[in-house]
């Protein structure tokens, strides 16, 4: 047998080991942890609608209509009205032929790449991409080519030299960076090599594009440019779950392909209707889209006055880079004693010398919050790797 608790004890040493936080209460800026109040800055809630009434309130109005639990797969007997109505919703929504609903982003993305790519066929994928397309490549049995993070002309390069069946995924926003995919670039590199393009956008919908249509609405692109878009609904959306949207050939493909959506329980038809709820708030609610952005510059140009290295980001996700994992850790404990949360990112999740600390902004902050993490930033500056001493 594998030595599990020396693998335990070597991640430990090198400042790897992860910790589960326990939480009391809802999910808001403020919260209770350990019996301590600390102002969040971690959540990717991005909007603050996890605890909008009117979301709770058609939680709570669906339940003795639709029941609590899925019961069984779609494909058995858990396809729900409520599911149908939200995957019209999500249709409409994004702007695309047809959508279902997954259980979570992680599934619809290892359901998807792997439905829709096979062995003899070749996948290009972002070196940044999230786990659940890492783990969706894998499954798909397909080779995989990576590729530098959004570096077109590499890509191009790689796509040239390929034969057969293609597919190209990328995140839109990306987790762990905050800059948005070179979505237009993209759309034209598959187009002229005849590669089917995903986008996992489950950082961008929400937050990004007119109506909070997400990262490729924002660039104007349609259906035709990126056929295959995923969403996850647990995040800017407020509530849980996925959905993966395009042309309706391909979701007709999926419903008999993709393992994640074929061989779980539905989710709870209950969190289908507050999801609906929360597209009608996402779609009219453009100052709270206004007022994270407010916060977003707030935040960019005191933590840069601070002289902290950040990323080109404009999104809620903000990074402050540190380099290793120690120095990553004991900024983000000496903030803790501060009263502040902002976890540290550490590898593998992010590359080997690139710990840091992910800022997430939302809607549900105050100016006065984001004045309090950069007091707070300030009054630790000494502890951060990155933080480069300003000319005078
Ligand atoms: N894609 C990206 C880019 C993500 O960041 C995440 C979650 N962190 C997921 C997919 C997975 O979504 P979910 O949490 O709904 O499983």
């Given at each position: 047998m594998?030595?599990f608790?020396a693998?335990?004890e070597q991640r ?15 999910q ?8 301590q ?10 909007l ?9 309130e ?5 339940l003795?209509?639709t ?6 797969s779609?494909?058995i ?6 599911h149908?109505?939200l ?7 994004t702007?695309?032929s047809?959508a279902?609903?997954?259980?979570t982003g ?7 790449i792997s ?6 066929d070749?996948?290009f ?8 397309i ?7 049995r397909?080779?995989v ?7 077109m002309a ?6 040239d030299e ?7 995924v990328?995140d839109g ?9 070179p979505?237009r670039?993209l ?5 002229t090599?005849d590669?089917l393009?995903v986008?996992?956008d489950?950082?961008?919908v929400?937050?990004?594009g ?5 990262s490729v ?8 440019d ?5 969403g996850?609904l ?6 849980s ?6 042309p309706q ?8 392909k ?9 989710m709870?038809p ?9 597209l009608?708030?996402?779609?009219r609610?453009d100052?709270?889209?206004?007022h994270?952005?407010?916060l977003i510059?707030?935040f960019r ?6 002289g902290y290295?950040l990323m ?8 402050i880079?540190v380099?290793d994992?120690w120095?990553?850790l004991?900024?983000s ?10 976890t ?23 100016r ?10 300030s009054?630790?500056?000494?502890l951060?790797?990155s933080?480069?001493e300003?000319?005078?």
């Open positions: 594998r030595d608790a693998e335990l430990k040493q090198s400042g790897l080991h992860r910790h589960r936080r326990l939480i009391s209460g809802p808001q800026p403020s919260l209770t942890s350990d019996g109040s600390l102002l969040s800055f971690c959540s990717n809630d991005y603050g609608l996890a605890n909008h009434p009117a979301n709770i058609a939680f709570v109005n669906a003795p209509e029941g609590l639990g899925g019961a069984a779609h494909l007997c858990g396809h729900h009205d409520a149908h109505r995957e019209e919703r999500l249709a409409a929504f702007q695309r047809a279902l609903f997954f259980s992680y599934m619809a993305n290892m359901g998807a439905a829709l790519a096979g062995r003899g070749t996948i994928s972002d070196r940044l991409n999230h786990a659940s890492i783990d969706g490549c894998i499954l798909s397909a080779k080519r990576r590729y530098p993070h959004s570096d590499a890509l191009e390069r790689m796509l390929t034969s057969g069946h293609k597919l190209v990328t926003v990306f987790s762990m960076d905050g800059d948005i995919a979505l670039e759309a034209a590199l598959c187009k090599h590669a393009l986008v996992d489950a950082h961008g929400g937050v990004l007119p109506q909070g249509r997400g609405a924002e660039l104007g692109l349609s259906e035709d990126v056929p295959v878009l995923i996850t647990g995040k800017a959306v407020g509530t779950g996925a959905f993966v949207a395009g050939i391909l979701m007709d493909y999926l419903v008999q993709a393992r994640t959506y074929i061989y779980t329980t539905a709870p209950a969190i289908a209707e507050a999801t609906v709820a929360s009608d708030l996402i779609e609610d100052e709270r889209r206004a994270l952005r407010d510059e707030r140009r005191g933590a840069a006055n601070l290295q080109p980001s404009d999104t809620p996700i903000q990074p880079m380099g994992n120095s990553a004991a900024l404990k000496a903030l803790e004693q501060k009263g502040l949360l902002v540290a990112i550490r590898p593998p999740t992010v590359p080997e010398g690139e710990a840091r600390l992910r800022v997430t902004l939302s809607a549900a902050h105050t006065a919050d984001v004045d309090r993490l950069l007091a707070g930033l009054a630790c500056r000494a951060s790797g933080v480069v300003q000319s005078a």
